[in-house]
């Protein structure tokens, strides 16, 4: 793909982000809409999204190569946590909110705006791929995440209670229904088609939202925030890249999850902090400032390092 085209699309997601600041300073949407249109995509447009990508699209993968891919993925994840425990220790170590930023670095949006970059960069069947990426991502933000955040280890009972989300069982599910090729009437797939292209528009204005309820000079002000976005938006992408390709052989499976890691960094971050005793102030600093950074960086990353 062009980096003209890729430029396009990029806009089309920024656009459908300005969307949301302009419906958040009009008074159309607010904090606590913002959490209901979260809810919403986690738990009915995404799932809807990865459904109707399994059932309406012809793959040419086999289950043997799905399962490679689930092992590429949890081999990314891995890599992203121990370059971010390298940098955390490198960069960030006498920081007091230094194991927020590891989570930050560890951690990409790769639901919300990933998901979007690839459907709108290669259409539904990156979507499912980028269903089976999320598997372990899932896995290991609800367990090893949270204990990077906590510096505890985790509760078992609570750690399946929080992984069962509808987004999580919607994965297998469709990992499910791609192992038995099961189909679907029309009426199921082109009402999950429409609930599932919901996501785009609802995911970007969501983050619109967001950035504009930020005190602007508090987070402009923070340099250890632009630090993080050295490390989540740069580094940790090339890195990333350099040893995956190494391995990944399949060109759709490697720019799926170079698109991954170059997400900015994770929305759940702020809401894991505020509930195992992270510093939540940095949390939204940097969820914002990555967000922002991203949409200049996003394109320049990909039309670099995608085949």
């Known amino acids: 793909m062009s980096f003209t085209s890729l430029l396009s699309k990029m806009f089309m997601l920024f656009c459908f982000l300005a969307v949301g600041v302009l419906c958040s300073k009009v008074g159309y949407l607010d904090d606590h809409s913002r959490q209901k249109l979260n809810k919403l995509i986690l738990n009915i447009c995404a799932p809807a999204m990865v459904l109707n990508a399994i059932l309406t699209t012809e793959s040419s993968y086999s289950v043997g190569d799905i399962l490679t891919l689930l092992l590429d993925a949890a081999a990314f994840n891995i890599i992203m946590l121990l370059t971010a425990l390298l940098l955390m220790l490198l960069l960030f170590r006498k920081n007091p909110a230094r194991r927020t930023y590891q989570f930050m670095m560890s951690f990409g949006n790769s639901v919300f705006m990933g998901f979007a970059v690839m459907a709108a960069l290669y259409g539904d069947e990156a979507v499912f791929l980028g269903s089976i990426c999320s598997i372990p991502f899932n896995v290991l933000s609800f367990s090893v995440g949270i204990m990077i955040i906590s510096g505890k280890a985790q509760n078992v009972r609570q750690f399946f209670k929080m992984l069962l989300n509808p987004a999580f069982i919607a994965n297998i599910v469709a990992f499910l229904l791609f192992l038995f090729h099961v189909s679907a009437p029309a009426v199921v797939t082109d009402t999950l088609g429409y609930l599932g292209d919901m996501v785009i528009p609802l995911s970007m204005m969501v983050i619109g939202v967001s ?21 989540k938006l740069f580094i940790s992408p090339l890195v990333v890249f350099l040893v995956c390709r190494l391995f990944i052989h399949d060109t759709m499976f490697l720019n799926i999850i170079t698109i991954s890691a170059v997400m900015p960094t994770a929305s759940i971050s702020p809401i894991l902090s505020s509930e195992y005793g992270g510093d939540v102030t940095v949390a939204s600093k940097g969820v914002f400032i990555t967000t922002l950074c991203s949409l200049v960086t996003v394109p320049v990353m990909l039309a670099l390092l995608l085949v």
Not at 211 to 231: E, G
């Open 211 to 231: 950035l504009s309820t930020m005190p602007l000079k508090s987070i402009f002000s923070d340099w250890h925030v632009y630090l993080l976005c050295v490390c």
